[in-house]
């Protein structure tokens, strides 16, 4: 199996397990998912060392403009399966944005993540 592959099997089996977990105890799957995010510097790095690994096999294995379509047809899923919860959603965001300077303090490392995927995609397709 390539590392893609792997990756894929990952994926494909955490989603099915995931929605299986939810469909059996939807209230249970809650109680994990509290306990886990409430260490959010714990769930933090390991969400940083998560991007490096799988970030590092995918750019090894995949240009950046197949990546960033990847990510614009996950987006779209996201935002398919969020738009029922559209105002709860938009109260999140508002508490997110809170002051800007806050927002950034919070999520620069993710923005500035998000803006060189941006730029080098760009750049890829442009030259």
Same mark, same amino acid.
């Given at each position: 199996m390539t590392p893609i592959e792997i990756l894929a099997t990952i994926f494909a089996i955490l989603i099915l397990v995931k929605l299986l977990f939810v469909a059996v105890n939807p209230k249970l799957w809650m109680k994990v998912v509290e306990s886990i995010l409430s260490h959010t510097a714990f769930i933090t790095i390991v969400y940083c060392l998560l991007a490096v690994v799988i970030g590092y096999l995918i750019f090894t294995s995949l240009n950046i403009v197949q990546v960033a379509a990847v990510m614009l047809f996950t987006s779209v899923l996201i935002g398919l399966g969020l738009a029922p919860y559209s105002k709860t959603i938009l109260t999140l965001g508002k508490e997110m944005i809170g002051t800007r300077s806050e927002m950034f303090r919070k999520t620069w490392? !993710? $923005?500035?993540? &998000?803006? !060189? $995927?941006?730029? &080098?995609?760009?750049?890829?397709?442009?030259?």
């Open positions: 490392l !993710a $923005i500035l993540i &998000w803006i !060189a $995927i941006a730029v &080098w995609t760009l750049y890829e397709v442009f030259t």
